[in-house]
Nanobody, 123 residues
Framework: QLQLVESGGGFVQPGGSLRLTCAAS????????IGWFRQAPGKEREGVSC????????NYADSVKGRFTISRDNSKNTVYLEMNSLKPEDTAVYYC????????????????WGQGTQVTVSS
């Protein structure tokens, strides 16, 4: 059974940076794409970024383009989300998801979810 564990969240001031990590364990042989999603209080979960199983294709939401970078190290079954120039509106619980293909939509592309990590951007 595939398990995903996020880490790296925390409290940061506007303009700061954080790096989130999504570590996969269990049945990783299928080579899933990984998506990062976030959910702020009172809002729907939205896609932030995704990366294909090989790492050769990435996609970003318009709101984070130029500020966030997704990458993966398949030798470690780990995906990273480097977040720079953080804004208060980036505050949310961030989830990673194993996907059958790279997608920014909460859909049947998602195979499984991690438990989430809180990111708070505030002065």
């Amino acid at each position: 059974q595939l398990q995903l564990v996020e880490s790296g969240g925390g409290f940061v001031q506007p303009g700061g940076s954080l790096r989130l990590t999504c570590a996969a364990s269990g049945f990783t042989r299928n080579g899933y794409a990984i998506g990062w999603f976030r959910q702020a209080p009172g809002k729907e979960r939205e896609g932030v970024s995704c990366i294909s199983s090989s790492g050769g294709r990435t996609n970003y939401a318009d709101s984070v383009k130029g500020r966030f970078t997704i990458s993966r190290d398949n030798s470690k079954n780990t995906v990273y989300l480097e977040m720079n120039s953080l804004k208060p509106e980036d505050t949310a619980v961030y989830y990673c998801a194993a996907e059958y293909y790279c997608s920014l939509y909460v859909s049947n592309a998602v195979h499984s979810w991690g438990q989430g990590t809180q990111v708070t951007v505030s002065s």
